[in-house]
């Protein structure tokens, strides 16, 4: 088994590796870092998921891998290399599981700044740039690598925060649940843009990964600054942490339209840095961290009849 401080991972496809270490009750775990200071990279660990140990098992070099997914069958990795100049790019590797390792396969430029977020449905991989104000698509050949970036798709606008909304900045992109659509957080511009899916679009058909949906954005409140999203494990509700308000919203989800029911404070002290946001697997808790000052998370309780949030611990 595979899981990452963003998701876990469970296939149809397992390895024998994988196979193995969920007999055990173990992960595969990976940490992304920033390398301003002292880290290499991307740290694997060896979690146990009784005992809440976990064992170092291997350090790979790359520069501000901030944030990492596995492909859906465990066996690569694909990580953001989060820089505001020619540098900023997503790195392709193969993982052996059975020890951790990572192996380079090759990386590519995402000709966007700051990739911050990336996703994959196994044949592209779609970063959110953040400086750069955009999303870029790059393609997956057959063994795993990167292909050149086919399209980079450029935001504009600003939003009501002078300070932290002069422009675009795109945070998160998420495929919803029916498979049919790309959400793309804007925080600079409080949308959240949406992309119709041509899933069989990638390095054997060049046609577009992605065309402009209908409506092609939903607003959120002025200042909101939209950051993660995250699904309801059923696919009917959808729940978004604003960074800048310090709030979640909660929207209903069907055929590709959001709409909005509920805002609830995650952050209570104003500090302008919510970030991420996750539901348990069982679906009956939302979590919702905060930054900056007061740091913690908030955890709210969801009604399964209609999908309501109750805020029940920060911890």
Same mark, same amino acid.
């Given at each position: 088994?595979?899981?990452?401080?963003?998701?876990?991972?469970?296939?149809?496809?397992?390895?024998?590796?994988?196979?193995?270490?969920?007999?055990?009750?173990?992960?595969?775990?990976?940490?992304?870092?920033?390398?301003?200071?002292?880290?290499?990279?991307?740290?694997?660990?060896?979690?146990?998921?009784?005992?809440?140990?976990?064992?170092?098992?291997?350090?790979?070099?790359?520069?501000?891998?901030?944030?990492?997914?596995?492909?859906?069958?465990?066996?690569?990795?694909?990580?953001?290399?989060?820089?505001?100049?020619?540098?900023?790019?997503?790195?392709?590797?193969?993982?052996?599981?059975?020890?951790?390792?990572?192996?380079?396969?090759?990386?590519?430029?995402?000709?966007?700044?700051?990739?911050?977020?990336?996703?994959?449905?196994?044949?592209?991989?779609?970063?959110?740039?953040?400086?750069?104000?955009?999303?870029?698509?790059?393609?997956?050949?057959?063994?795993?690598?990167?292909?050149?970036?086919?399209?980079?798709?450029?935001?504009?606008?600003?939003?009501?925060?002078?300070?932290?909304?002069?422009?675009?900045?795109?945070?998160?992109?998420?495929?919803?649940?029916?498979?049919?659509?790309?959400?793309? !957080?804007? /925080?600079?511009? +409080?949308? @959240?843009?949406?992309?119709? #899916?041509? *899933?069989?679009? $990638?390095?054997?058909?060049?046609?577009?990964?992605?065309?402009?949906?209908?409506?092609?954005?939903?607003?959120?409140?002025?200042?909101?600054?939209?950051?993660?999203?995250?699904?309801?494990?059923?696919?009917?509700?959808?729940?978004?942490?604003?960074?800048?308000?310090?709030?979640?919203?909660?929207?209903?989800?069907?055929?590709?339209?959001?709409?909005?029911?509920?805002?609830?404070?995650?952050?209570?002290?104003?500090?302008?840095?919510?970030?991420?946001?996750?539901?348990?697997?069982?679906?009956?808790?939302?979590?919702?961290? !905060?930054? /900056?000052?007061? +740091?913690? @998370?908030?955890?709210?309780? #969801?009604? *399964?009849?209609? $999908?309501?949030?109750?805020?029940?611990?920060?911890?």
């Amino acid at each position: 088994m595979i899981g990452i401080a963003t998701s876990g991972c469970t296939s149809k496809k397992s390895t024998q590796a994988q196979v193995e270490l969920a007999n055990k009750g173990e992960l595969t775990m990976l940490v992304g870092t920033y390398t301003s200071g002292t880290s290499k990279g991307i740290y694997t660990y060896r979690f146990n998921e009784e005992s809440g140990i976990a064992v170092p098992l291997s350090e790979t070099e790359i520069g501000n891998p901030s944030y990492l997914i596995p492909s859906a069958d465990g066996r690569m990795v694909y990580a953001v290399s989060e820089f505001g100049d020619k540098h900023a790019a997503v790195y392709a590797f193969a993982l052996d599981q059975s020890n951790g390792t990572l192996r380079l396969l090759n990386s590519q430029p995402t000709n966007g700044e700051d990739p911050c977020y990336l996703l994959t449905n196994g044949k592209n991989v779609v970063t959110a740039n953040y400086s750069g104000g955009s999303i870029s698509v790059l393609p997956i050949a057959k063994d795993g690598s990167l292909l050149p970036a086919s399209r980079v798709l450029k935001f504009e606008g600003s939003g009501s925060d002078k300070e932290r909304q002069e422009k675009a900045h795109l945070h998160c992109v998420s495929i919803t649940p029916d498979g049919k659509y790309l959400l793309a !957080n804007d /925080l600079g511009t +409080d949308q @959240i843009y949406k992309y119709n #899916i041509h *899933p069989n679009t $990638g390095a054997d058909n060049p046609d577009p990964f992605l065309t402009k949906g209908s409506p092609e954005s939903f607003q959120v409140a002025p200042g909101s600054g939209p950051r993660h999203l995250t699904f309801s494990p059923d696919g009917t509700f959808a729940y978004l942490i604003n960074e800048l308000a310090g709030t979640v919203v909660a929207f209903t989800y069907k055929d590709g339209n959001l709409k909005e029911f509920q805002t609830i404070a995650a952050d209570t002290v104003a500090a302008k840095g919510s970030a991420d946001i996750h539901i348990s697997p069982d679906g009956k808790f939302l979590y919702a961290s !905060n930054r /900056l000052q007061a +740091d913690g @998370i908030a955890i709210f309780r #969801i009604n *399964p009849a209609n $999908g309501l949030l109750t805020k029940v611990a920060i911890s």
